[in-house]
């Protein structure tokens, strides 16, 4: 009796610590996969004057189980404006994986559109 206590406890601790990993607005049980832009209330989808030529994108990785400690290097608006050559923003959208809640793996993306 003891150790089923002692089981149900921990995974409803690993459940609280990790159950916002990601940046999602809905999530799935094994597999987590969303698309969303950022919006600007007074211009709609557009965030800046720039046309929408060119794309950018940063993404961090990382992985609760696997790397407890690690959270991969990138989304950034700078490093996405800069690997996609983009000087003038025009959209900026969002995505976001995770396989387990983010327990296995995760990956955050920052897009860019603009010119």
């Known amino acids: 009796m003891r150790r ?3 089981i149900i ?3 409803i601790a690993l459940a609280l610590l990790t159950a916002q990993c990601i940046s999602s607005p809905m999530q799935g049980v094994l597999v987590t996969s969303t698309e969303h832009t950022v919006h600007d209330r007074n211009t709609g989808n557009l965030i800046g004057n720039g ?10 990785y990382g992985s609760v189980l696997l790397f407890p400690f690690f959270y991969g290097g990138g989304k950034s608006l700078e490093e996405a404006m800069k690997q996609g050559g983009i000087s003038e923003i025009a959209i900026v959208d969002h995505s976001s994986l995770a396989v387990i809640g983010g327990l296995v793996f995760h990956r955050e993306c920052i897009i860019v559109w603009g010119s």
């Open 51 to 60: 046309a929408v030529e060119k794309r950018g994108e940063s993404c961090s």
């Open 4 to 6: 089923r206590i002692g």
């Open 9 to 11: 406890s921990g995974m």
